[in-house]
Nanobody, 119 residues
Framework: QVHLVESGGGLVESGGSMRLSCTAPGTSFSFAAMGWYRQAPGKQREVVAT???????NSEDSIQGRFTISRDGVANRVYLQMNNLKPEDTAVYYCYVRSRNQGKDTEYWGQGTQVTVSS
C-alpha cells in the first residue's frame, strides 16, 4: 500500500504564490506518473498537471504559464509551484500517483490539501 504525504496549501491573496509537495515515504520503486488534481466546491475533480517518469507533462489549460509541476524521481516527490494564483484556483488539491507492475496500473490518492485564494 502506498501512503502519500502532502504539504503546502493554505490561504493566499490573489496574485500570490504557493508550493505544494507530495511524497510517498517508504516506497522503493519509481512511479509511472505523479501529479495533482483539484476539486472545487460543487465541481468534479479535474486534473491540474501530471508528469510521467520520462518527464512528459500533461496540464490543464487554465494553469498554463502560472503553475509548474516537477518531480524528484529518486525521492518519489512531486511539486506544484503555483504563481499568480486566482480566486478560481480555490479548491482541494489532491496528490496522485500511478504505479505500473506487470502491465497493471494502480492509482493512489493523497488526502487533499485546501488552497484558498482570496480576491
Amino acid at each position: 500500500q502506498v501512503h502519500l504525504v502532502e504539504s503546502g496549501g493554505g490561504l493566499v491573496e490573489s496574485g500570490g504564490s504557493m508550493r505544494l509537495s507530495c511524497t510517498a515515504p517508504g516506497t522503493s520503486f519509481s512511479f509511472a506518473a505523479m501529479g495533482w488534481y483539484r476539486q472545487a466546491p460543487g465541481k468534479q475533480r479535474e486534473v491540474v498537471a501530471t508528469i510521467t517518469r520520462s518527464g512528459t507533462i500533461n496540464s490543464e489549460d487554465s494553469i498554463q504559464g502560472r503553475f509548474t509541476i516537477s518531480r524528484d524521481g529518486v525521492a518519489n516527490r512531486v511539486y506544484l509551484q503555483m504563481n499568480n494564483l486566482k480566486p478560481e484556483d480555490t479548491a482541494v488539491y489532491y496528490c496522485y500517483v500511478r504505479s505500473r507492475n506487470q502491465g497493471k496500473d494502480t492509482e493512489y490518492w493523497g488526502q487533499g490539501t485546501q488552497v484558498t485564494v482570496s480576491s
